[in-house]
């Protein structure tokens, strides 16, 4: 077996199939192994393969299923009580290149922030696939505080305010404003950015035409400063607050939108090296402020998901609001299969 310094070790290892993890014999942490033997699945792509695959039985838990699968799950009297529900740790946003017009006119993006109804997206075109989301942080991230009055009024849905913005900023009714592609990647998005564009046809006057890339394309492009417009995301690649924040005013960033500001690189160089604890997350989220305040992205939505058991593995942890949680779902430090 391979080296493992955690409750499991790699008994085998099918290329393009499956590995077997055994218990590890010399493991002495706090998450003793709880199976005789775990087998991981290797599925080549994801969504309805794996939810088919479950279905038959061939997995007993583990499945992630989000978008259009999720809507089937939830709908599914069997399925929709194997269900366990949680905010993924994204944050989906509408990317704004404020190197040159039309987005480098604070109002404009200001103007955009206003003028979608993030619940009606979530609600009746995702059909309770996302939630609504006026700050960058996910749900129950550390130091999230979305429910702040003065932040959730920054990109509160107020048409009436957004045409006037637009108005204030040169383009009344939309008059002069240049039409633009909002680009989305590999499939992803399409059927939100179709609803954003006409929220903003609708309430600004504004043209957007969608239009899906493959991801090479995407991210060249907006390295390069040519891409205007895009309906993005962010994941977590560790939970802690400065994983969302430190990039977005980083030249050398992937998502760089052009945009610095002294304030903002103060408060996160500031709250990055300090454990985590209240004035931590003070400042980090007046950082999180300033992103909302000066509409730097126009933050949309986090997405929902589902992770599917079996009826028959029991005893699994879970979090204060009855969701795994992502180390939960990994470890299974108290899972166990009853009779099956």
């Given at each position: 077996?391979?080296p493992?310094?955690?409750p499991?070790?790699i008994?085998e290892?099918n290329?393009?199939?499956n590995?077997?993890?055994?218990?590890?014999?010399?493991?002495?942490?706090?998450?003793p192994?709880?199976f005789?033997?775990?087998?991981?699945?290797?599925?080549p792509?994801?969504?309805?393969?794996l939810?088919?695959?479950y279905?038959?039985?061939?997995?007993?838990g583990?499945?992630?299923?989000?978008g259009?699968?999720?809507v089937?799950?939830l709908?599914?009297?069997?399925?929709?009580?194997?269900?366990?529900?949680?905010?993924?740790?994204?944050?989906?946003?509408?990317?704004?290149?404020?190197?040159?017009?039309?987005f480098?006119?604070?109002?404009?993006?200001?103007?955009?922030?206003?003028?979608?109804?993030?619940?009606?997206?979530c609600?009746?075109v995702m059909?309770?696939?996302?939630?609504?989301?006026h700050g960058?942080?996910?749900?129950?991230?550390?130091?999230?505080?979305?429910?702040?009055?003065e932040?959730?009024a920054?990109?509160?849905?107020?048409?009436?305010l957004?045409?006037?913005?637009m108005?204030?900023?040169?383009?009344?009714g939309?008059?002069?404003?240049?039409?633009l592609?909002?680009?989305?990647?590999?499939?992803?998005?399409?059927?939100?950015?179709?609803?954003?564009?006409?929220?903003?046809?609708?309430?600004?006057?504004?043209?957007?035409?969608?239009?899906?890339?493959?991801?090479a394309?995407y991210?060249?492009q907006?390295?390069n400063?040519?891409?205007?417009?895009?309906?993005?995301r962010?994941?977590?690649?560790f939970?802690?607050?400065?994983?969302?924040?430190?990039?977005?005013d980083?030249?050398a960033?992937?998502?760089?939108?052009?945009?610095?500001d002294?304030?903002?690189?103060?408060l996160?160089?500031?709250?990055?090296?300090?454990?985590?604890?209240?004035?931590r997350?003070?400042?980090?989220?007046?950082a999180l402020?300033?992103?909302?305040r000066?509409?730097?992205?126009?933050?949309?939505?986090n997405?929902v998901?589902?992770?599917?058991y079996?009826?028959?593995?029991?005893?699994l942890?879970?979090?204060?609001?009855?969701?795994?949680?992502?180390?939960?779902?990994?470890?299974?430090?108290s899972a166990?299969?009853?009779d099956?």
């Open positions: 077996p391979a493992s310094n955690g499991y070790r008994a290892w290329r393009g199939k590995g077997i993890f055994t218990p590890n014999p010399y493991y002495t942490g706090n998450y192994a709880t005789e033997q775990r087998i991981q699945v290797i599925i792509e994801v969504g309805a393969p939810l088919q695959m279905q038959a039985g061939d997995i007993d583990g499945v992630g299923v989000t259009d699968d999720l089937q799950v709908a599914d009297p069997q399925l929709s009580q194997e269900a366990y529900i949680s905010v993924m740790n994204r944050g989906v946003y509408i990317y704004m290149n404020q190197r040159t017009p039309p480098d006119n604070m109002l404009v993006r200001k103007a955009f922030a206003h003028a979608v109804d993030r619940t009606a997206l609600d009746n059909r309770g696939t996302c939630i609504p989301a960058f942080l996910p749900k129950d991230f550390p130091c999230e505080r979305n429910d702040d009055p932040l959730i920054y990109q509160n849905y107020d048409p009436e957004a045409a006037d913005l108005a204030q900023a040169g383009y009344p939309g008059e002069g404003f240049p039409e592609t909002i680009f989305t990647k590999e499939g992803e998005f399409i059927r939100e950015a179709e609803a954003i564009q006409r929220m903003l046809a609708d309430n600004l006057g504004v043209k957007l035409t969608p239009q899906n890339v493959e991801r394309f991210v060249d907006m390295r400063g040519e891409l205007k417009v895009a309906l993005n962010w994941g977590a690649d939970i802690d607050p400065s994983n969302f924040v430190d990039w977005w980083d030249p960033a992937s998502y760089f939108t052009g945009w610095t002294e304030e903002y690189r103060n996160i160089d500031t709250a990055r090296p300090m454990a985590m604890s209240t004035e997350c003070d400042l980090y989220h007046e402020k300033i992103l909302a000066d509409a730097i992205g126009v933050f949309v939505m997405p998901q589902a992770v599917l079996k009826d028959y593995v029991s005893g942890t879970l979090t204060d609001d009855g969701t795994l949680g992502v180390y939960n779902m990994m470890l299974l430090d166990y299969i009853t099956n």
